[in-house]
């Protein structure tokens, strides 16, 4: 997990990327360095409805023959980068690419990466996507998870 140390239900492996707050391909990097299955899973932080089943799903998809990774389509239909799976030797491939040509990977959009990549988009069914951009949207997540826990 990249970010500051919280507590989790299970145990996992806290990293920070350097410097703080570079933006989410210089996070990508930083998690990737501990890293060793052929698959990691992104997800941001502010996905209140991800589900097991759909990372499963995910996961399915980029095992695909020549693909590198599965990408959830939000809602909307635009691709989230952060919420998908990617095989990891083509993310290394990328950051090191990414790296000799911008010279650093801090702010600079993860779509620098993924436009790289031999993606999968797997559309979004039942909602599983929706992110909390704003606090009107942690509103509507946090009324969704109180009614559907009643």
């Known amino acids: 997990m990249?970010?500051?140390h919280r507590a989790t239900v299970h145990q996992v492996h806290h990293v920070r990327?350097?410097?703080l707050h570079a933006g989410p391909l210089a996070a990508l990097a930083a998690g990737l360095s501990r890293v060793r299955a052929p698959f990691v899973v992104v997800l941001a932080a502010d996905l209140p409805f991800v589900r097991q089943e759909t990372v499963a799903e995910l996961l399915r998809q980029a095992a695909g023959s020549a693909i590198e990774g599965a990408v959830?389509?939000?809602t909307q239909g635009r691709d989230n980068p952060l919420f998908a799976v990617y095989r990891t030797a083509a993310v290394r491939r990328g950051l090191a690419l990414t790296l000799a040509q911008h010279g650093v990977l801090t702010g600079l959009p993860i779509?620098?990466?993924?436009?790289t990549?031999?993606?999968r988009y797997v559309p979004d069914i039942g909602g599983v996507s929706f992110d909390c951009d704003t606090w009107e949207a942690v509103a509507l997540a946090r009324a969704c998870?109180?009614?559907?826990?009643?």
């Open 145 to 150: 998870l109180k009614s559907n826990a009643g």
């Open 111 to 115: 779509r620098v990466l993924t436009h």
């Open 2 to 4: 990249v970010g500051p």
């Open 17 to 19: 990327e350097g410097p």
């Open 72 to 74: 959830m389509l939000e």
């Open 117 to 119: 990549l031999a993606l």
